[in-house]
């Protein structure tokens, strides 16, 4: 079975400030996705960022990067110059290669102050 | 492209009744996932679609069902609706199978029961 920990309830930062959502997960398995995912208010859930498994460049989008550790199964997201249009629920996902099922953690709400 | 879309987006029912929700996924869309979100249980998998055949269910009792129809749309119905079956509904769409493939999520069905 697969599992996704998510230990950060709640964060805040401050505008234009960096800060780093934390997220463990456990498989068996060797081939999986990582995805972070961005749930604002409006529902919508929105793709933040994905990281396959057996690539061990860490993936980044604009502001977007992660820290892939696979060995520890270690998988945060670290969110740069933060912007007001940030504050939201961050979900850790999980997905096998051969799969089309998500595993998600329980979110980080963030919440960035202006 | 029109995104996913469901309908609707709110419900009102009272225990006992039954319902169904609606999800018709980004056209060329074959795959179609079901998920129920609340505050208490987090994002649960429901059902998996792939070409109108059901690949995975989550854990969920038999009051739960779903299809999906050859045009791709599916729908899930809830009989005998109970408190705890409110929840916001997400349903989520990608051409094939794998976590290689983009998901797309809805805006998701809020279901409420009085």
């Known amino acids: 079975a697969q599992t996704v920990t998510q230990s950060q309830p709640e964060m805040s930062v401050q505008e234009a400030e960096t800060v780093t959502l934390s ?3 456990d498989t068996s398995e060797n081939n999986y996705y990582l995805f972070w995912y961005k749930q604002p208010p409006s ?6 960022i994905r990281q396959e498994a057996y690539k061990q460049q860490n993936a980044t989008e604009n502001r977007f990067s992660v820290n892939f550790q696979k060995a520890a199964k270690s998988f945060s997201l670290k969110i740069s110059d933060s912007q007001l249009g940030d504050t939201a629920m961050y979900f850790c996902a999980f997905m096998k290669r051969t799969g089309n099922q998500f595993y998600f953690g329980t979110g980080t709400s963030l919440t960035v102050i202006p | 492209k029109a995104g996913v879309t469901q309908t609707p987006r709110y419900l009102i029912k009272t225990r006992g009744q039954q319902v169904t929700l609606s999800c018709s996924p980004i056209s060329g869309h074959r795959s179609v996932s079901w998920y129920q979100q609340t505050p208490g249980q987090g994002l649960q998998f429901l059902f998996e679609y792939f ?8 854990n969920f009792p038999g009051r739960f069902s779903g299809r999906q129809f050859s045009n791709s749309r599916s729908e899930m119905n809830v009989s005998t609706l ?3 079956d409110s929840a916001l509904y997400l349903c989520a769409s990608s051409v094939g199978v794998g976590g290689d493939q983009p998901q797309h999520f809805g805006d998701g069905t809020r279901l409420s029961i009085l």
């Open chain 1, 23 to 25: 997220c463990t997960y």
């Open chain 1, 43 to 48: 529902r919508q859930m929105i793709l933040v």
């Open chain 2, 51 to 58: 070409s109108e055949t059901q690949r995975n269910k989550g």
């Open chain 2, 82 to 84: 109970e408190l705890g």
